[in-house]
Nanobody
Framework: QVQLQESGPGLVKPSQTLSLTCTVSGGSITDNYYCWNWIRQPPGKGLEWMGIITWRGSTYYSPSLESRTVISRDTSKNTFTLELSSVTPEDSAVYYC??????????WGQGTQVAVSS
């Protein structure tokens, strides 16, 4: 089974870039029909889909975040990353990496808390 683990700093200063890595095991990020997502949940709010990278490396982003979001991958390490620039305290959230296979068989990482604060 696919397993995912988020990692990265738990505290980011305003105006800086939030960078997270998702390490994947039990499957390859290049396997056909697998997609790899970033989703976040601010305190007291619902889940927000941020973006995705497909098995072919194509990326798609939420329109509200596209201007400051980059998702990339390192196939040699079987990881994919999230970079969110120009962060504000409103970007404080639990960040999850999430896989899906053919829009099914969803697997979630356990999430990592990121606080944006000076």
């Amino acid at each position: 089974q696919v397993q995912l683990q988020e990692s990265g700093p738990g505290l980011v200063k305003p105006s800086q870039t939030l960078s997270l890595t998702c390490t994947v095991s039990g499957g390859s990020i290049t396997d056909n029909y697998y997609c790899w997502n970033w989703i976040r949940q601010p305190p007291g709010k619902g889940l927000e889909w941020m973006g995705i990278i497909t098995w072919r490396g194509s990326t798609y982003y939420s329109p509200s975040l596209e201007s400051r979001t980059v998702i990339s991958r390192d196939t040699s390490k079987n990881t994919f990353t999230l970079e969110l620039s120009s962060v504000t305290p409103e970007d404080s959230a639990v960040y999850y990496c999430v896989s899906d296979y053919n829009w099914s068989y969803i697997y979630w990482g356990q999430g990592t808390q990121v606080a944006v604060s000076s």
